[in-house]
């Protein structure tokens, strides 16, 4: 069993950056692939960025390259999504999520609103 606590989320202007994090209680933290999904009002949730338990080569969504990083540090058994740059379209629930066999079976946070103004 695996329990997530994202935190870090805000309102922010363009432009701006913000750093989430998501604490991870259980024994399966370092054996786990983190992601971070996001859902906008009226959108499905998606995939935005994510990182295998050896934190190499870290996926992101093309529209987030550049601008977002997805970091993780096992001993503290927390992964760490730094966001800069940020635009309008960023704004949404951002989700936290930990999986050994895939995003259909993952263990998921409660979520953490992130807001960018214009």
């Known amino acids: 069993q695996v329990q997530l606590v994202e935190s870090g989320g805000g309102v922010v202007q363009a432009g701006g950056s913000l750093r989430l994090s998501c604490a991870a209680s259980?024994?399966?933290?370092?054996?786990?692939?983190m992601g971070w999904f996001r859902q906008a009002p009226g959108k499905e949730r998606e995939l935005v960025a994510a990182?295998?338990?050896?934190?190499?080569?870290?996926y992101y969504k093309n529209s987030v390259k550049g601008r977002f990083t997805l970091t993780r540090d096992n001993a503290k058994a927390t992964a760490y999504l730094q966001m800069n740059s940020l635009k309008p379209d960023d704004t949404a629930v951002y989700y936290c999520?930990?999986?050994?066999?895939?995003?259909?079976?993952?263990?998921w946070g409660q979520g953490t609103q992130v807001t960018v103004s214009s």
């Open positions: 999520a930990a999986s050994t066999v895939g995003w259909d079976s993952a263990y």
């Open positions: 259980g024994r399966t933290f370092s054996s786990s692939t």
């Open positions: 990182i295998s338990s050896s934190g190499n080569n870290p």
